[in-house]
């Protein structure tokens, strides 16, 4: 494993912690910021007074109390697949080049201070996921014993080959849940699912029947489906009972193609790809917009907040109304792939497309 180089962040201007402004808001609203090393600018506090919460928000207080301070935890050209916070790292990966083998994969320390590369000259890069007790690694075509096609990531760092996985099948849009890995199969738009622990490959759901698949996602009873439909300049989320051969139905459907879908335990939260973010109910009906200033189309979520990039400003708006936190303004991250922001209990993590970071919650 070859060490990577980190530099040390160092910023232009003393940070005051981070600025606020309503939901929704345009770049030009954010407070005034100082910029630092690697395009990176923090928010400082504006002396903003924002508006007393109400009763029903109370529970969604500031994060970082109030001083978010981003720290850089890696650096490696060419990243450009979502990251994923497990344990004590973060796992990245990405291709200097897909003109040949130099894609790669590495795991940065949450603490910051060291990272590492796992694994170079794949042909592409591998894709992580988590049912937040477990995470994987699918490494499409290892090159050393020391991974197979799935892998499973410990709290530590380990990785642990997970053998008699069928490798038949493409997992380029993959999900997860506490027992099943599912794939979305490209050409009848089906799912298939196939036990963590090893096993054969079973269909889940029949065929939808136009359209092109984007994504895939689990949660305890269901799968969700993303389905474009070029031809309509549409898209639809698809929803199906986790059974053998169930029937899909349709969720909820809007102009343009859906990207970055994520859901918590009532909702699913997702961007198009002019800059609105939408949220629907897991039961039914019309999707409800929150905000038509996104870039990057990304977008992550906890129990209270989800985050997204209002512009160039990492926002953390409250679900329960609280209102919008700047955690800090970047760069912008230079990526076609959506999903670049991440969350969990201890931090949120970002990466442009060469550096790794996280605020601490």
Same mark, same amino acid.
């Given at each position: 494993?070859?060490?990577?180089?980190? /530099?040390?962040?160092?910023?232009?201007?003393?940070?005051? *912690?981070?600025?606020?402004?309503?939901? &929704?808001?345009?770049?030009?609203?954010?407070?005034?910021?100082?910029?630092?090393?690697?395009?990176?600018?923090?928010?400082?506090?504006? $002396?903003?007074?924002?508006?007393?919460?109400?009763?029903?928000?109370?529970?969604?207080?500031?994060?970082?109390?109030?001083?978010?301070?981003?720290?850089?935890? #890696?650096?490696?050209?060419?990243?450009?697949?979502?990251?994923?916070?497990?344990?004590?790292?973060?796992?990245?990966?990405?291709?200097?080049?897909?003109?040949?083998?130099?894609?790669?994969? *590495?795991?940065?320390?949450?603490? *910051? *201070?060291?990272?590492?590369?796992?694994?170079?000259?794949?042909?592409?890069? /591998?894709?992580?996921?988590?049912?937040?007790?477990? #995470?994987?690694?699918?490494?499409?075509?290892?090159?050393?014993?020391?991974?197979?096609?799935?892998?499973?990531?410990?709290?530590?760092?380990?990785?642990?080959?997970?053998?008699?996985?069928?490798?038949?099948?493409?997992?380029?849009?993959?999900?997860?849940?506490? @027992?099943?890995?599912?794939?979305?199969?490209?050409?009848?738009?089906?799912?298939?699912?196939?036990?963590?622990?090893?096993? @054969?490959?079973?269909?889940?759901?029949?065929?939808?029947?136009?359209?092109? &698949?984007?994504?895939?996602?689990?949660?305890?009873?269901?799968?969700?489906?993303?389905?474009?439909?070029?031809?309509?300049?549409?898209?639809?989320?698809?929803?199906?009972?986790?059974?053998?051969?169930?029937?899909?139905?349709?969720?909820?459907?809007?102009?343009?193609?859906?990207?970055?879908?994520?859901?918590?335990? @009532?909702?699913?939260?997702?961007?198009?790809?002019?800059?609105?973010?939408?949220?629907?109910?897991?039961?039914? $009906?019309?999707?409800?917009?929150?905000?038509?200033?996104?870039?990057?189309?990304?977008?992550?979520?906890?129990?209270?907040?989800?985050?997204?990039?209002?512009?160039?400003?990492?926002?953390?708006?409250?679900?329960?109304?609280?209102?919008?936190?700047?955690?800090?303004?970047?760069?912008?991250?230079?990526?076609?792939?959506?999903?670049?922001?991440?969350?969990?209990?201890?931090?949120?993590?970002?990466?442009?497309?060469?550096?790794?970071?996280?605020?601490?919650?």
């Amino acid at each position: 494993m070859k060490k990577l180089s980190v /530099p040390a962040l160092f910023l232009a201007a003393a940070l005051a *912690g981070c600025g606020a402004g309503v939901e &929704g808001a345009h770049p030009s609203d954010i407070p005034t910021t100082a910029r630092g090393a690697d395009g990176l600018e923090l928010a400082t506090n504006s $002396g903003e007074v924002l508006p007393a919460p109400s009763a029903s928000a109370s529970s969604c207080t500031p994060l970082c109390s109030g001083s978010c301070t981003p720290v850089q935890l #890696a650096q490696a050209s060419g990243l450009d697949q979502p990251i994923l916070p497990f344990g004590e790292n973060v796992y990245f990966s990405g291709a200097i080049t897909y003109e040949a083998s130099y894609s790669f994969f *590495g795991r940065a320390s949450k603490r *910051g *201070g060291s990272s590492l590369l796992l694994e170079q000259n794949l042909q592409r890069p /591998p894709v992580f996921f988590s049912n937040e007790t477990s #995470a994987y690694a699918v490494v499409r075509y290892p090159k050393s014993p020391a991974f197979s096609y799935l892998n499973e990531i410990g709290p530590d760092g380990r990785i642990t080959p997970v053998p008699g996985i069928d490798n038949s099948r493409s997992l380029s849009i993959t999900a997860v849940d506490s @027992t099943n890995l599912y794939s979305l199969t490209l050409g009848d738009r089906s799912v298939w699912s196939a036990p963590l622990t090893g096993g @054969t490959w079973t269909q889940v759901t029949r065929p939808i029947s136009t359209g092109a &698949g984007r994504s895939v996602r689990a949660d305890s009873t269901s799968v969700y489906i993303v389905i474009d439909d070029v031809a309509k300049n549409q898209s639809t989320v698809w929803k199906a009972p986790k059974q053998s051969l169930a029937t899909a139905t349709k969720l909820v459907t809007i102009p343009g193609s859906i990207v970055s879908l994520t859901l918590d335990e @009532t909702h699913l939260y997702f961007a198009d790809r002019t800059g609105n973010i939408f949220r629907a109910s897991k039961s039914g $009906g019309a999707a409800t917009g929150l905000a038509t200033t996104a870039a990057e189309l990304s977008i992550a979520v906890d129990a209270e907040r989800y985050y997204w990039f209002n512009g160039a400003a990492l926002t953390a708006t409250c679900k329960n109304g609280g209102g919008s936190q700047v955690l800090a303004t970047v760069s912008p991250p230079r990526t076609s792939t959506p999903g670049i922001i991440s969350v969990d209990a201890e931090g949120v993590y970002w990466r442009n497309s060469s550096q790794v970071w996280k605020i601490a919650k």
